[in-house]
C-alpha cells in the first residue's frame, strides 16, 4: 500500500464524503464532487489538486482510518481482528469497519481489504510466523472469513469476542504457526 499524504483538506474533503454516505446515508454513486466540495466548504478545482474522483478520496478515508491499527501489534490486529475493529468504530464514532456498506463501494472496499489482508500476512512473516498455505489463498480464504463473520456481528448472531475466538480456533491455528526456530 502507497503511503497517504494527510492535509488539513484531505481530512475536510473525507470528512464531509464520510458524513454524507455514513451519517446522513446517501447513495455514494448520487453523490457528486460538488456536494462533497459544499459540505466541505471546498472549491471544486481544490477537490481535484488532491484527489482524482470521490473513488480516490473513499480510498484515501479508508487508508487513513486503518493507519490508526498503526500503533497495534500486528499479531492483536491479525489475531483479534473483531476486537480492534470495535475499538476503531468506538474511537472514530462510526461503523466504518464492518461490512454493510452500500453496493456500489463493494469492489472498492473488497480491494482495499485484500491489500490489507495481504500487507498484515506479509507482516507476520516478517516478525515469524510460517503460512501453511499460499498467501494468495490465505489473504482470499481470512477475508472470506472476516465477511462472514461481519455479516454475522452485523445480524448480532455473534458479537466481536465470539468471532475472535473462532477465527481462531479454526482458521488462525491451523494455518498460521510461529516459527520455533530462527
Not at 448520487?30 to 481544490?46: F, P
Not at 489463498?137 to 461481519?150: G, K, N, R
Amino acid at each position: 500500500m502507497k503511503p497517504i499524504k494527510v492535509t488539513h483538506t484531505n481530512l475536510l474533503l473525507w470528512n464531509s464524503l464520510r458524513d454524507l454516505v455514513f451519517l446522513e446515508n446517501k447513495d455514494f454513486e448520487r453523490i457528486t464532487i460538488n456536494d462533497i466540495c459544499k459540505r466541505a466548504a471546498v472549491h471544486r478545482s481544490t477537490f481535484y489538486n488532491h484527489f482524482q474522483d470521490k473513488y480516490d478520496l473513499f480510498t484515501f478515508g479508508y487508508r487513513y482510518y486503518l493507519l490508526q491499527k498503526n500503533n497495534i501489534a500486528i499479531e492483536k490486529q491479525f489475531f483479534y481482528p473483531f476486537t480492534i475493529y470495535k475499538m476503531l468504530n468506538e474511537q472514530i464514532h462510526l461503523h466504518f469497519f464492518h461490512f454493510n456498506y452500500c453496493d456500489s463501494l463493494h469492489a472498492l472496499i473488497y480491494k482495499l481489504q485484500r491489500e490489507e489482508m495481504g500487507r498484515m500476512l506479509k507482516r507476520l512473516v516478517e516478525v515469524g510466523y510460517h503460512l501453511e498455505i499460499d498467501v494468495h489463498i490465505a489473504v482470499d480464504l481470512f477475508l472470506s472469513i472476516h465477511m462472514t463473520f461481519s455479516e454475522q456481528i452485523e445480524t448480532g448472531l455473534l458479537n466481536d469476542e465470539e468471532a475472535d475466538e473462532i477465527f481462531q480456533k479454526f482458521l488462525c491455528k491451523p494455518l498460521v504457526k510461529k516459527n520455533t526456530h530462527v
